[in-house]
């Protein structure tokens, strides 16, 4: 199982470079759509809908949010910050309502169990994560931190995953993820805080414009936020009787299994460059 989610990993990373480095910012808005939409469709199910027709209307609200954020945010163009800020706010205080549901699940599911209130997760999950990525590409050098973005992302699971595997006891999340540990987490963290050093010294204006403190401190709260939106998936995944969100990925499950930590992480990473100056 390993070996195919590492290669899986590798051609996935290779298409999701090559997209970065070649196309367009609208065609590349379009591609990200087209991956939370197919996200959609795997989520409507955890949402409780069954029918294709109800699961195809549900990718469509989810498209007409996108297309709606890109008009009035002028994301093809210069994206105006202001307009964007607030959004990503709103995104950010969603993850934060996420981990104290996380935290007291199943307690929490009576909050959100219904049909109407996992489908409106859905939307704060992936709606806001677009829009993230996006604005992030309308930087100076955006496909870079697009790609820094998920290489925080994944050095939080990696690290994870191979400090939990040596010596993790210690249960995080047991009645939403029980394979995950509190060793895992810090493993992760430190992981993470070691490439937010190396990130520190590749800048090339480190001294005059991004300090230390606020590299590290993005880089961890987007680690965090990868982490809640894992498991926040995860929560719903449970609720809903299904381990994988879909089959589409050999290794890896559906397209939300690997969207789950980005959603978390994109909202925050984009808002704590704003709030560092960026």
Known sequence: MLRQRVITALIMAGIFLSAIVFLPLPALAAVFGLLVTAGGWEWSRLAGWQSPVTRGLYMLLLAACMA????????GNAP???QVQPFLGLACLWWSFALLWVKSYPMSAVLWRTVFMRSLMGLLILVPAWLA????????RGG?????????????????????????SHKLAEKVSPAKTWEGFWGGMAG????????????????SHVGL?????????????????????S???RESGVKDSGKLLPGHGGVLDRLDSICGAAPVFALGLLLAGW
């Open 192 to 207: 993470c805080v070691l490439l937010a050093l190396v990130l520190w010294y590749l800048l090339p204006d480190r001294a």
């Open 144 to 168: 870079l931190l697009v790609v820094i973005m998920v290489v925080v992302v994944a050095a939080a699971d990696i690290g994870a995953y191979f400090s939990g595997k040596a010596w993790g």
């Open 235 to 237: 929560m719903v995944k």
């Open 133 to 140: 990525a996006v604005f992030l590409l309308s930087f100076p």
């Open 68 to 75: 709606a954020l890109y008009w009035y945010c002028q994301l």
């Open 213 to 233: 403190a606020s590299v590290v401190a993005v880089t961890v709260t987007t680690a965090l936020a990868s982490v809640v939106g894992d498991l926040s998936v």
């Open 80 to 82: 105006v910050r202001e």
